[in-house]
């Protein structure tokens, strides 16, 4: 993987041009390198991304407009704009805009591990559990 570039990655797009369609969400790649990824999420209201985890990656969001709901190990969050949220490895977590205002993040991971293989593996997919069991070792 190359190493981190610099320089400004405008709000709203992805670098290279890239936009993935994950679960209706537009999500933009705005960095990646060995050691981190990411992205920024773009949720409507009542979109969401189900509980998951991550074995070997640490995860962030900073809510940039509106306000997520989280479940984090089970326990219901409310983070709004300007908040950060910590998503330790190992530990279920999932997102939700339960409000009427669309809301967007900036999302990072670290390390990046093959999670931006996973988005492209997503991207416009309407079968996400098909593609998710396929990757599965």
């Known amino acids: 993987m190359p190493s981190l570039a610099g320089g400004v ?4 797009d992805g670098f290279d ?11 933009f790649p705005k960095a990646m390198c060995d050691s981190t990824f990411a992205f ?11 509980a998951y985890l991550h074995l070997m990656q640490d995860e962030f969001i900073l809510v940039q407009e509106g306000q997520l709901e989280l479940k984090l190990d089970g326990k219901w969050q409310t983070a709004r704009a ?11 977590h999932g997102y939700f805009n339960k409000s009427k205002i669309p809301a967007r993040a900036l999302f990072w991971v ?5 999670l931006p ?3 492209q593996a997503l991207h416009n997919k309407t079968d996400v559990e098909e593609v998710v069991a396929r990757r599965r070792p």
């Not at 990655?9 to 709203?12: E, L, R, T, V």
């Not at 300007?82 to 279920?92: A, E, I, K, Q, S």
């Open 9 to 12: 990655n405008p709000n709203g």
């Open 17 to 27: 041009g890239v936009e993935w369609n994950i679960l209706g969400q537009q999500y």
């Open 40 to 50: 920024e999420a773009n949720s409507a209201p009542d979109q969401f991304v189900p």
């Open 82 to 92: 300007g908040d950060l949220v910590c998503l330790p490895r190992g530990v279920p």
């Open 110 to 114: 670290s390390s990046t591990g093959k």
């Open 117 to 119: 293989d996973l988005f």
